[in-house]
């Protein structure tokens, strides 16, 4: 895709930029990066502060603890960010108060052509930039980290390797966890017996109807054992085939 526009691009808006020099440059999303298939760009909200320590936080009104990020440093990245696109792009806030992260999610947002991610800290934000940017929140779970930078990390993770040309066999992210709501099924390699563990015979068959038949009926009991609450009441228990 090299010398073509990127199939998305995103921005990320943070205190921190540093944090994300590991994860961006390795594996999968370095490799998206350099064949053009997503343009990542970093901004540092604290640039946009005024006076001398570019103050970015405050106490909050009527009192409590700790301190929230104010409105105005936010809102001037963000018009500075959003001017450097012609894309107006989906704003998402990473907030334990958002919206639960999921692969169902994650496939929404891969068919964006602008991501961006707004990183909290401290105890949160002034509520004017939710109001203001019109912005969705995204949790990436049900507890409390330090920043939404580790939270940005892992939507930015979910929704760039669904991207057309991120991952090296694109048919890899259509028969993974969580698609079709279930578990991916038990994965075997070389060597066919290992500390007396032997590989399931049916994988060595070669018979590929069979072999997709047992790999959806272990999907199924692998995800009605440990995480039943991803089959939908409709979702039949047991494959046609009994295998």
């Known amino acids: 895709m090299s010398g073509s526009e990127p199939v998305m691009k995103i921005d990320i808006l943070t205190l921190f930029p540093e944090m994300f020099a590991g994860p961006l440059s390795h594996s999968i999303l370095k490799r998206a990066q350099q064949a053009n298939v997503v343009d990542i760009s970093l901004t540092n909200i ?3 502060a005024p006076g001398q320590y570019r103050k970015v936080d405050d106490t909050p009104y ?12 936010v809102f001037a990245c963000f018009e500075h960010v959003q001017q450097q696109h012609g894309e107006k792009g989906r704003v998402i806030l990473l907030s334990p108060q958002g919206q639960p992260f999921d692969q169902a999610k994650a496939i929404q947002l891969s068919g ?9 800290r401290y ?13 969705e929140q995204i949790s990436i779970g049900d507890y409390i980290l330090s920043g939404g930078e580790l939270a940005a990390m892992v ?26 709501s279930l578990l991916e099924y038990p994965q075997y390699t070389r060597p066919e ?25 272990q999907a199924l009991e692998r995800t ?20």
């Open 123 to 135: 105890e949160g934000f002034d509520e004017r930039i939710r109001i203001g940017l019109d912005a």
């Open 46 to 48: 604290r640039d946009f």
């Open 62 to 73: 009527g009192g409590g603890p700790g301190m929230v990020m104010m409105a105005a440093p």
């Open 112 to 120: 964006e052509k602008r991501l961006i991610l707004i990183c909290g």
């Open 193 to 217: 017996v290992f500390r007396d563990m032997k590989v399931p015979e049916i994988l060595l068959s070669g018979d590929h109807a069979k072999i997709a038949d047992w790999r959806h009926q």
């Open 155 to 180: 939507v930015v993770d979910a929704v760039v390797r669904l991207l057309p040309g991120a991952l090296g066999d694109d048919e890899s992210s259509k028969d993974e966890t969580f698609t079709d």
């Open 224 to 243: 009605k054992k440990r995480r039943p609450d991803l089959l939908h009441p409709d979702t039949p228990t047991k494959d046609s085939t009994h295998l």
